[in-house]
């Protein structure tokens, strides 16, 4: 039988981050160092483990008031825009001030909105707070850091490619993220596929770990098993 893409989604929820990356690379689609976050996001809450959904976008202004004429999306708009989008989402956001993070769109009322319409997870380079209530919700976050106060945070854009973390994101990207950072997986990939490359892999580590634990460990033998284990895709 043919694994839906809901099954697929469920299932690669329960893979760490890495280990995708990992899969994805056997496909050989893009170059290796593009496609996910770099060091600068923290994940707030490693324990609630990997999350997956579909990319909701959008930018975000905090540190200064509204400037006249200056053109801002009522958050009614925005709650709408985020409740059409594909669920289950994640919501990546860019904070456009310099430096990012004075305002926060990530306490525990926002997240409980945001959650309520879909949305899983977030990620951004800007700031949260609230994060023990936020935690307790089960809501993903990685962030640029915490901060005390909202300011006057309020959403400029949504619905465009945002670049968080160093990786563009598009809206409806397929992300994966849990506490190493965010990565988008290709559309070119199919995900039942992509699940099967990523079980081989966790079983080809296994056998490269196991070996290294054995008696007679021995380097040629070493580097023709590593060398199987990073070729084959299964």
């Known amino acids: 039988m043919t694994e839906s893409r809901s099954e697929a989604l469920a299932r690669l929820g329960a893979y760490r981050t890495p280990m995708v990356y990992d899969a994805i690379e ?105 994060v023990r209530e936020v935690e307790a919700l089960g809501f993903g976050l ?33 992300v994966h993220a849990d506490e190493h950072g965010a990565l988008v997986i290709p559309p070119e990939v199919d995900l039942g596929e992509l699940v099967r490359v990523i079980d081989h892999v966790i079983a080809a580590e296994a056998r490269v770990k196991e070996y290294c634990r054995a008696p007679g460990f021995d380097i040629d033998a070493l580097d023709e098993l590593h060398t199987w284990s990073m070729e084959t895709a299964g």
């Open 142 to 174: 990685l962030a640029g850091g915490l901060v005390v106060g909202h300011a006057h945070v309020r959403f400029v854009e949504v619905g465009t490619p945002v670049k968080v973390g160093g990786l563009v994101v598009r809206p409806g990207d397929l």
């Open 26 to 130: 056997r496909f050989g689609i893009r170059p290796k160092n593009e496609g996910y976050t770099d060091g600068s996001l923290k994940c707030l809450f490693p324990a609630l483990g990997a999350f997956v959904g579909y990319a909701w976008t959008g930018k975000i202004v905090g540190e200064l008031p509204e400037a006249e004429g200056e053109r801002i999306l009522p958050w009614r708009e925005v709650w709408r825009h985020l409740g059409a989008a594909p669920r289950p989402s994640i919501a990546v956001v860019q904070d456009l001030d310099q430096p990012a993070g004075r305002g926060c769109a990530w306490g525990d009322v926002g997240v409980a909105i945001f959650q309520a319409l879909g949305c899983v997870a977030a990620v951004t380079n800007g700031s949260a707070r609230d």
